[in-house]
């Protein structure tokens, strides 16, 4: 099992979400999810929202944020990944959009409110795939069987399973349910399951080894850094090497 982790950027700062970017590739992360700040992020709980809010304060924009991803692919040698809403990929030009992440060095893209069922008008997988971009498709416990067959056939990177109802933040406790639907995931999609929304602890890491081929980890992240009195990037990375510590996360996998 792998471990993706997750920034926004411009969050506190510039420099500190780059510093944060920096601890989670020192760490053993083997993917970083940087997310490009919006106004209403509707899949984020609190955590992030409030992240999301600070960074747009701190001006951050379109540009910036695929300049941070520039810098860090200079640095990092692992995939980045950009997770954003459609709005503002849609503002800034679709095709474009996907060019100009290509040419920052990004591995993929994860647009939860981009729905399938909209490729034959907007043609999302059609211009990440001209861009050598990864469309991760973003799934729940309530997608229908019908439209897991449907994604897929474009599905491609891995598929990005969201743990349960509700938006992203620290849980206490996984779904009683999740291993049923990860098992029934797997009946259709044959590439990689990555895990989100409310992965905070080892103990949660360790129950999805067997069921997750990636576990994402996001909200907790930023409330390490919160809390943190003196050094909050020794405080993630000595999160992050416990959390790597008790688990095969090095295992080698196909992912390209």
Do not use: W
């Not at 970083?32 to 951050?60: C, H, R, W, Y």
């Not at 909209?118 to 469309?135: A, I, Q, S, T």
């Not at 849980?171 to 929304?197: C, E, H, T, W």
Request: glycine share 6%.
């Amino acid at each position: 099992m792998k471990l993706m982790t997750h920034i926004v950027a411009g969050y506190p700062t510039t420099e500190e979400s780059e510093k944060i970017a920096m601890a989670m590739y020192e760490s053993g992360a083997s993917f970083i999810e940087v997310q490009m700040p919006f106004s209403d992020p509707i899949a984020d709980g609190p955590t992030i929202m409030k992240a999301n809010e600070i960074a747009l304060q701190n001006g951050m924009t379109t540009q910036k944020c695929l300049k941070i991803v520039k810098r860090l692919k200079r640095k990092i040698k692992i995939p980045i990944l950009i997770m954003t809403y459609f709005n503002i990929v849609f503002n800034y030009g679709l095709e474009k959009f996907c060019e100009d992440a290509s040419n920052a060095g990004v591995y993929g893209l994860i647009i939860p409110d981009i729905p399938i069922d909209e490729e034959k008008h907007e043609h999302y997988v059609d211009f990440c795939r001209k861009n050598n971009l990864h469309p991760i498709q973003v799934i729940s416990p309530i997608t229908s069987s019908l439209r897991l067959k449907t994604i897929s056939k474009v599905a491609s990177g891995f598929v990005y399973c969201i743990s349960t109802h509700g938006t992203t933040g620290v849980r206490a406790q996984m779904d009683s349910n999740l291993g049923k639907y990860l098992k029934n995931v797997r009946k259709y999609i044959k590439i990689p399951l990555a895990v989100g929304f409310g992965v905070s602890s080892k103990e949660q890491v360790e129950l999805l080894d067997k069921s997750a081929d990636i576990v994402v980890i996001g909200s907790k992240i930023i409330d390490l850094y919160k809390e943190a009195k003196m050094d909050k990037i020794g405080a993630i990375k000595n999160f992050l090497k416990t959390i790597m510590r008790v688990n095969p996360l090095y295992k080698k996998q196909n992912l390209s």
